[in-house]
């Protein structure tokens, strides 16, 4: 059964420190998307990456780059310099070819503080 | 730029009582779905639909019901509310051009059972 983990359930960082927020996936289907999205103090979810079982290029948008090894299941998020805006709680998570992009299974999530 | 709207955005209700919590989309989008964030739980999901006339379970079905008679609207209900149910409750959508599309959550509603 496909399950996705983040590990670290909060981070508490200076701004301008790098972090990186872990996810581990298990998943017996060979085609699957793996998906980060943010959760603001706000509440809504804002999508901020997918990358595909196929494509394991590393990404890098900005100060945020994404590294997916499928030899360790892992696709981890790594935010360079942050800054208090970057404060929220980060979900990773797999949609399955199988079971179709209406069933996301969400890891726990990880509430990342960055301090001023 | 309406998106996925929900409402109420808040509710308190006593146990037993049931409710509606109401998702409309404007993007035509064929996909959506309800899902409940709980503390250290993630997002699980309750109920999907693939298209008008078709829903199906989700990871955490009982003690809700959905319909999806129109694109744009996919209600979930509340049959009669248990302490249980208190969560935030999010509906999303995505376009049924591909599996892979990324889904388009709404505000969410944050619900209390008393």
């Known amino acids: 059964a496909q399950k996705v983990t983040q590990a670290q359930t909060e981070i508490s960082v200076v701004e301008k420190e790098d972090v990186t927020l872990d996810c581990v996936y298990e998943?017996?289907?060979?085609?699957?998307?793996l998906f980060w999205y943010k959760q603001p103090p706000s509440g809504e979810l804002v999508f901020l990456i997918r990358?595909?079982?196929?494509?394991?290029q590393n990404e890098i948008s900005g100060r945020y780059s994404w590294n997916f090894q499928k030899s360790t299941s892992s696709f981890n998020f790594t935010i360079t310099a942050s800054q208090v805006v970057d404060s929220a709680v980060y979900f990773c998570?797999?949609?399955?070819?199988?079971?179709?992009?209406?069933?996301?299974?969400f890891g726990q999530g990880t509430r990342l503080t960055i301090n001023p | 730029n309406a998106g996925v709207t929900q409402t109420p955005k808040f509710q308190v209700l006593k146990t037993g009582q049931s409710m509606t919590l109401q998702c409309a989309q404007d993007?035509?989008?064929?996909?959506m779905s309800w899902y409940r964030q709980d503390p250290g739980m993630g997002l699980r999901l309750i109920h999907y639909?693939?298209?008008?006339?078709?829903?199906d379970q989700g990871e955490v079905p009982n003690g809700y019901n959905v319909s999806r008679s129109t694109t744009e609207d996919f209600p979930l209900r509340l049959l009669s509310a248990a302490p249980s149910q208190t969560s935030v409750y999010f509906c999303?959508?995505?376009?049924?051009?591909?599996?892979?599309?990324?889904?388009?959550f709404g505000d969410g509603t944050r619900l209390s059972i008393l």
């Open positions: 999303a959508s995505s376009p049924g051009t591909g599996w892979f599309q990324p889904q388009h």
């Open positions: 998570a797999l949609s399955e070819a199988a079971e179709g992009a209406q069933k996301l299974v």
């Open positions: 639909s693939v298209g008008a006339g078709i829903t």
């Open positions: 993007m035509n989008h064929e996909y």
């Open positions: 998943t017996r289907d060979t085609t699957y998307y």
């Open positions: 990358r595909n079982s196929f494509d394991e």
